[in-house]
């Protein structure tokens, strides 16, 4: 009889684990709290308004397609991707904006107008990026597990150990004067959820997901990659279920015996939670954690975020599908996130409106938008101090887009820490998990699997590699390829 694996949260670590594991032979069911799957990247839909609830930015396509293709799938068997053109656009302040377009050697000549001689620096700059992509993805990233610091000792990563210990700003603001251009490239690591001067260098292979790889959207959003994941799942049997909160993980004699899901114990043989690692060890007794308070309380966090979605019954001008909104100065608003952790007097912030590209989202005549503004996380949340924001960034959007939208609103829903938590069981309502410093690296992130409960295991972005969609797919297959391996040797 085939070993049950119980499968805790519905995010893409616990999606793409699941599909490993069942095309193994295992019995697999995923447990999801809420009343849908795909864990942050949920999808939340008001008055013919569609929103993914989270991630927006489908970068490192050839991740994805190496997750169907070890199922014999293409990535277009289940979903169309286009590739977005302009990418993004960033604006730096009143009719000062950049558009960063769909190939490197038009982002060249944009570099070159605003700095002499920057296209030949992005060019080299972009070629250690690509070569670190190459290592960093194809070499390392799904041989990581984390479990020993040697696995990160190649040929390869030993002519860069420079690299690991420089950071991104530093090598940035060696090659580029322009204040801009800087912050175009030391953006992408943001989403690693660090400070670029607290991002090892080796990490430049962000810019080469975002320059070299480019942008991509699946026509009806991030959805349609957890549906597909679903779909695949199905097919390989895998049992999915809503609205099953665990509340218990039972041991007997040292070992996971058990999961309870409103009070009824579901027998496992091995349990994965891919719901935040913090709060899966309180399911059970301290003396099986591995990890103290304290421990998590000195990590350093990705933010949170306040979020709002939007509907407006216009068309929106001047704005494309990604916005970035760079307009006042990055370092006092990270500080605010890493250092003191307050919520930051002038937000940079994030727009998104995917109803420019596929009308369907909203409405005919309409335009719906999500709103990103990092934060710490942590942070005293309530509805003042969400107004108080939504009230800073749409004047901020009005003045420099040259539009009135405050009476086009037809309704805003906010999110914040206080959801994140109560929605997630998120550590301190992080967004993205823990960030990927150089002392959160690879073998220095928790454990994928319990060194107290032998047949418990964990994926997601608290563990390896780290924050993102890309990094959570990784993610269940490194646990999967783990328990597949520990069970051989049984
Ligand atoms: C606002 C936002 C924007 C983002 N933007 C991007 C982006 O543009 N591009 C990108 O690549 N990444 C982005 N990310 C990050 C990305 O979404 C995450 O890194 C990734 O989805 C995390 O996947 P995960 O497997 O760790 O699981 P999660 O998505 O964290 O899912 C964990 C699941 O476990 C469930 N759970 C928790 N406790 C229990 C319990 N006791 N019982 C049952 N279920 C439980 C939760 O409800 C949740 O569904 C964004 C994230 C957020 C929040």
Not at 89 to 116: P, Q, W, Y
Not at 431 to 447: D, S, V
Request: glycine share 6%; net charge positive; with cysteine.
């Amino acid at each position: 009889m085939s070993k049950k694996i119980s499968i805790i949260g519905s995010g893409f670590s616990s999606l793409a684990s699941a599909c490993y594991l069942a095309k193994q032979g295992y019995e697999v069911s995923v447990f999801e709290k809420n009343n849908s799957l795909g864990g942050r990247a949920r999808q939340f839909k008001k008055e013919g308004f569609t929103f993914d609830m989270g991630p927006s930015w489908y970068w490192m396509p050839d991740v994805f397609d190496k997750f169907f293709n070890d199922f014999g799938k293409k990535t277009s068997d289940y979903y169309t991707l286009k590739k977005l053109n302009p990418a993004y656009k960033v604006f730096f302040g009143k009719n000062d904006f950049i558009e960063i377009e769909d190939s490197l050697e038009k982002i060249k000549k944009v570099f070159e107008k605003h700095e002499k001689g920057s296209s030949i620096a992005l060019e080299k700059f972009m070629a250690i990026a690509k070569d670190n992509y190459a290592i960093a993805v194809t070499d390392l990233l799904y041989k990581m597990p984390g479990l020993s610091p040697l696995e990160l000792i190649t040929k390869k990563t030993v002519l860069k150990a420079g690299s690991f210990l420089s950071n991104i700003r530093k090598e940035v603001r060696k090659r580029f004067k322009n204040k801009k251009l800087r912050l175009l490239l030391e953006f992408p690591v943001l989403f690693l959820g660090a400070k670029s001067s607290n991002t090892p260098a080796f990490y430049s292979f962000m810019n080469h997901a975002d320059y070299g790889l480019g942008t991509w959207q699946p026509t009806n959003g991030f959805y349609d990659v957890v549906l597909a994941m679903v779909d695949l799942g199905k097919s390989l049997g895998v049992k999915y279920y809503v609205d099953h909160e665990v509340t218990s993980i039972n041991i007997v004699d040292k070992k996971v015996d058990s999961i309870t899901i409103s009070n009824k114990k579901i027998k496992s043989d091995i349990v994965v939670s891919g719901a935040d690692y913090a709060h899966t060890e309180t399911l059970f007794n301290n003396k099986f954690r591995q990890y103290s308070k304290k421990y998590w309380s000195k990590r350093t966090w990705a933010p949170s975020s306040l979020l709002f979605y939007v509907g407006f019954d216009k068309k929106l001008k001047n704005v494309s599908h990604h916005n970035l909104f760079f307009d006042t100065d990055i370092d006092n608003h990270a500080k605010n996130i890493y250092d003191i952790s307050n919520w930051p007097k002038d937000p940079l912030f994030y727009a998104n409106f995917t109803s420019i590209t596929n009308p369907k989202t909203a409405p005919k005549g309409c335009e719906n938008a999500f709103f990103l503004i990092p934060i710490a996380t942590n942070l005293d949340d309530n509805n003042d101090v969400r107004e108080k924001y939504f009230e800073i960034i749409i004047k901020r959007l009005e003045s420099l887009t040259g539009q009135t939208l405050k009476k086009n609103i037809i309704f805003k829903t906010s999110y914040c820490v206080n959801d994140f938590k109560e929605d997630y069981n998120s550590y301190g309502g992080n967004a993205y998990g823990l960030a990927n410093t150089l002392l959160q690296t690879a073998f220095l992130r928790p454990k994928i699997r319990s060194k107290k409960l032998k047949n418990l295991y964990f994926s997601g972005q608290l563990t390896v590699p780290g924050p993102g969609v890309p990094p959570a797919i990784v993610s269940g297959k490194l646990v999967s390829d783990l328990i597949i391996s520990n069970e051989k040797t049984i």
